[in-house]
């Protein structure tokens, strides 16, 4: 049944799905050059769980999708939640860089249900002009967990072996787990006309791709929503190598980089008022596009200190909650019917780029921040061609018919 308002208490345990990847991604951050050292290994190899990691959730996604729409949204939910557990535990047992890189992606393919079942339960029990709301209440839940993991994440790499950073992971899922038996919702009801056919079920992918808003605002959310991986990817290393900080400095930094998205999800939610989601994803996008090219110079010429680098970085993240959201919903939108497909697909084309954007800043790492910004600023200038270009051959085809 869908919710004439936005439940906080809904959105809450929607949030706590979404953040078991972001936790997993951030809490064990400020450990990479711990990782790094105790395998023996450098900090591009380490680099390459965290991309294991984003191509684990990609491909998940996309078996989640039609999973969810065969059997209900909290089978396969609750599947995926107990293998992240017990991958999380295989994380923290392992003494070599390529066992970490092959258990994080087990440990993606679990964790990944969380969010493709929480994108498509907003479209489940969310009215449709609600969705936008929804989502940048769920952006904001999720927000909160780069504030906490890589500042928890810190904390433990400077007391105790970083094995045990999974072994958290694996406790705080298990809370999730329990939580949502208690309180989540059914959402949609199970369909048994849906085929697990592996042609049937490209063929339903096919069918949302067909979609081009859904198929334009993917590739947005998916290119540009690659920028902060980037960062992510990049970041440990910058603070922690370049700049010297320790890994409880860094921790703390992150945390505050993060709050660029917690004060823009609200920032979001006023504006939906008066603005429309393209709108204001165009906007983003562009000052983004600008600030982008500032970092890229600035960096290049070195002329930013440690203070200054982190300010820049601040007001670039600021976009990513207002874009993300509105990209989100404007992708959904479109479909009353096959959400967890078209969830899946979402995700599977944000996570994706994610990957790509992170192997990237691994694969030209070479000991400055050059990669890491740069791959930031080409995120966000072809996500906005991308956006140009629809808009363009839509204005041109409404010209087209009124000369008809």
């Not at 729409?69 to 070599?96: E, H, M, N, Q, W």
């Not at 945390?255 to 204001?280: K, P, V, Y």
């Not at 994803?281 to 960096?299: D, E, K, R």
């Not at 070479?366 to 051959?393: E, K, Q, R, S, W």
Request: hydrophobic fraction near 55%; charged fraction near 10%.
């Amino acid at each position: 049944m869908k919710s004439k308002e936005i439940s906080f208490t809904l959105v809450l345990i929607l949030g706590a799905l979404s953040t078991i990847s972001p936790f997993s991604v951030d809490m064990y951050l400020p450990a990479f050059p711990a990782i790094a050292r105790s395998l023996d290994t450098g900090i591009s190899e380490v680099q390459l769980s965290l991309t294991s990691y984003l191509i684990g959730i990609a491909i998940g996604q996309l078996f989640y999708g039609p999973l969810l729409d065969r059997f209900g949204r909290k089978k396969p939910l609750y599947a995926g939640l107990i293998l992240y557990i017990i991958a999380s535990v295989g994380c923290g047992l392992v003494t070599s860089v390529e066992s970490l890189i092959w258990m994080r992606f087990l440990q993606a393919i679990g964790g990944c249900a969380g969010m493709v079942a929480a994108q498509a339960l907003v479209r489940d029990l969310f009215p449709v002009n609600k969705i936008a709301q929804a989502f940048a209440l769920l952006t904001l839940v999720i927000a909160v967990s780069p504030m906490i993991a890589p500042t928890i994440g810190g904390y433990l790499a400077t007391k105790m072996d970083w094995h045990y950073l999974f072994w958290v992971l694996a406790l705080l899922t298990a809370l999730i787990l329990v939580f949502s038996l208690i309180y989540l919702p059914d959402g949609a009801s199970p369909d048994r006309q849906i085929s697990l056919r592996p042609t049937q079920v490209v063929q339903k992918y096919l069918f949302v791709l067909k979609n081009k808003q859904f198929l334009t605002f993917i590739l947005v959310g998916g290119i540009a929503g690659a920028a902060p991986f980037a960062y992510i990817g990049g970041s440990s290393d910058v603070f922690i190598n370049l700049y010297g900080l320790s890994e409880t400095q860094y921790g703390w930094v992150f945390a505050l980089l993060a709050t660029a998205m917690i004060g823009s999800t609200q920032l979001n939610h006023l504006l939906l008022r008066h603005f429309r989601n393209e709108q204001i994803v165009a906007t983003a996008l562009s000052y983004q596009l600008v600030l982008g090219a500032i970092i890229f110079v600035g960096t290049y010429l070195n002329w930013f200190s440690v203070e200054v680098f982190i300010f820049f970085l601040f007001i670039f993240l600021t976009g990513h909650g207002l874009s993300i959201p509105n990209a989100a919903a404007l992708s959904l939108s479109p479909f009353s019917q096959n959400a967890g497909s078209a969830s899946a697909m979402m995700g599977f084309m944000r996570m994706a780029m994610g990957g790509v954007v992170t192997g990237l800043v691994s694969f030209f790492h070479n000991g400055t921040a050059i990669p890491m910004v740069f791959m930031m600023f080409i995120c966000i200038f072809f996500g906005l061609v991308v956006m140009v270009i629809y808009y363009a051959d839509s204005i041109g085809k409404r010209i087209r018919r009124q000369l008809a």
